[in-house]
């Protein structure tokens, strides 16, 4: 009796074991492309595998992606793809593109059982990736005068220096790069150059545009950021905005990644002009070491740059740009407060020059003053270094030429004493001067614009414009595109500092 009931015991021990197996497999078949993968995919993947963009095959559809599917496996279980630098637990970052271990289990899952497809009920709704500015019409366009031809060879890394025309001071809330030909464009990096050096440089050399490396061969001013595969370009925080100086040239610094066959490329520069008051002008300041060498052979070399920011001033860092070239391979940023206690800004344990970019804080982070941001870097000048440009290996220095190194990173930030005075426009009397539309009041900035019922006019012409404030501005002809006879508007002034002035209607 007993070994009947022993007999029953395992029988039915099995039996719940082999329900358990059968629903487990169940659960592991569930991971499919439609269901899952392609979840996975839209969220960090897509925005740079999709036709017509720098990576090298598409993943929006299981048939694009299927092919793929070890390769995919290898890289994102390596944490190569997607590209994204900085370790975790140092610096907390908006759009981060690092997988999560989840995630990283779910892709290998579904590879190792057979890549399913699974129902196309499940998919959810696809991701659109128009041929467009992401964030609308720009207030104003830079582009080269021409296109760029990149033949097939090496890496090309070219500057074209553009006049801005703004008119007056602006304020930028937002700077969008659209790459002409996403094929060869691998990433953009943005300098203002205030002395005209750069047309020069462009001059000098034939063709649209000058080569540098590095940098963009003279001393900057600034930066307005860049562009790498996978970033997509995101407006300031109201009360924050860029400083562009009239006058000034914005330089774009192109990466180009040549293909078989000889292609051009005509990268375009967005500039959006704010419309909320501005505050705080965004300021960049450097940690930077110019003064090392590089001993040949060297696998591992350290660099070391500090910044103390000075007594008395006090300020909120809003993204950090690490930066140097071929030999680098590790960078960290902290910050010591003056109690002694530490903030990691930024960590970077594998560098590759070839994905690199500005990282945006989730919030600001207090740099108080006194506090000590220090800068630590590591280069490889050994032959074991596949990036290393010198066979055999050389003496390396700071210098903008491929062979040269550079160990900076630039600090994005805001002052906290800052709060700039707004500007007061205002409308005194609104008619028509001919065909003109013409606006008189106080208080207009150079560079002012008109707005009919919310559209700003790109003929506004302010007059008078040797004075601090203008009293007039006019319109030749946009106003009409706005406007009908016979037909009320809406008429406002915006100053270039974000100020708007009160409405005032107008029947032409």
Request: glycine share 8%; with cysteine.
């Amino acid at each position: 009796m007993k070994r009947i009931i022993f007999v029953s015991f395992l029988i039915c021990m099995f039996a719940v074991i082999g329900a358990g197996l059968k629903e487990s497999n169940a659960k592991r078949q569930e991971i499919t492309f439609s269901n899952q993968v392609v979840r996975i995919f839209q969220q960090s993947c897509q925005v740079c595998h999709h036709p017509g963009d720098i990576a090298p095959f598409s993943l929006m559809t299981y048939r694009e992606a299927r092919p793929w599917a070890r390769s995919i496996k290898e890289k994102v279980i390596l944490r190569e793809m997607p590209p994204w630098k900085p370790t975790e637990g140092c610096g907390d970052f908006s759009g981060v593109r690092r997988l999560t271990d989840a995630e990283i289990q779910t892709i290998s899952q579904w590879v190792d059982e057979g890549s399913v497809e699974g129902n196309t009920a499940d998919l959810p709704e696809p991701l659109s990736f128009p041929d467009g500015w992401t964030l609308g019409q720009p207030d104003a366009v830079l582009q080269p005068e021409a296109d760029y031809t990149v033949k097939p060879g090496n890496d090309i890394y070219r500057c074209f220096s553009m006049p801005t025309s703004l008119r007056g001071d602006r304020y930028l809330s937002a700077v969008e790069i659209k790459p002409g030909n996403r094929n060869i464009v691998h990433h953009v990096i943005l300098y203002i150059d205030t002395t005209g050096v750069s047309k020069q440089l462009d001059d000098n050399d034939p063709g649209p545009g000058y080569t540098s490396f590095g940098g963009p061969g003279f001393d900057t001013t600034g930066t307005l950021g860049g562009w790498a595969p996978g970033f997509r370009a995101q407006f300031l925080r109201e009360g924050m905005a860029w400083p562009v100086p009239n006058g000034a040239r914005i330089v774009a610094q192109v990466h180009y990644n040549p293909r078989d066959t000889e292609e051009s490329d005509r990268t375009q520069i967005g500039l959006y002009f704010t419309r909320k008051p501005v505050k705080k002008d965004v300021q960049a300041a450097p940690i930077i070491n110019t003064s090392f060498t590089i001993p040949a052979n060297d696998p591992h070399y350290r660099v070391n740059a500090l910044f103390i920011v000075p007594p008395g001033i006090n300020a909120h860092a809003i993204g950090i740009a690490p930066h140097m070239h071929l030999l680098g391979r590790e960078m960290k940023v902290e910050a010591r407060y003056f109690d002694g206690t530490k903030r990691c800004l930024i960590n970077i344990d594998n560098w590759n020059f070839n994905w690199q970019g500005v990282y945006d804080y989730k919030e600001p982070v207090p740099i108080p003053q006194l506090t000590q941001l220090s800068l630590t870097a590591y280069y490889d000048n050994s032959e074991n270094n596949p990036f290393n440009p010198n066979s055999p290996p050389r003496a390396v220095r700071w210098g903008e030429q491929t062979t040269d190194e550079m160990c900076i990173a630039f600090i994005f930030f805001t002052l906290d004493s800052q709060n700039i005075e707004p500007s007061q426009p205002r409308i005194t009397d609104v008619f028509l001067d001919g065909d003109k539309l013409t606006i008189k009041g106080s208080g207009f900035l150079s560079g002012a614009d008109i707005e009919v019922d919310g559209h700003r006019l790109v003929d506004t012409k302010n007059h008078k414009k040797k004075k601090k404030s203008s009293k007039e501005l006019t319109s030749a002809g946009d106003w009409k595109t706005w406007a009908a006879l016979g037909r009320q508007a809406i008429i406002t002034v915006l100053n270039t500092d974000g100020v708007r002035s009160e409405a005032k209607s107008f029947t032409p």
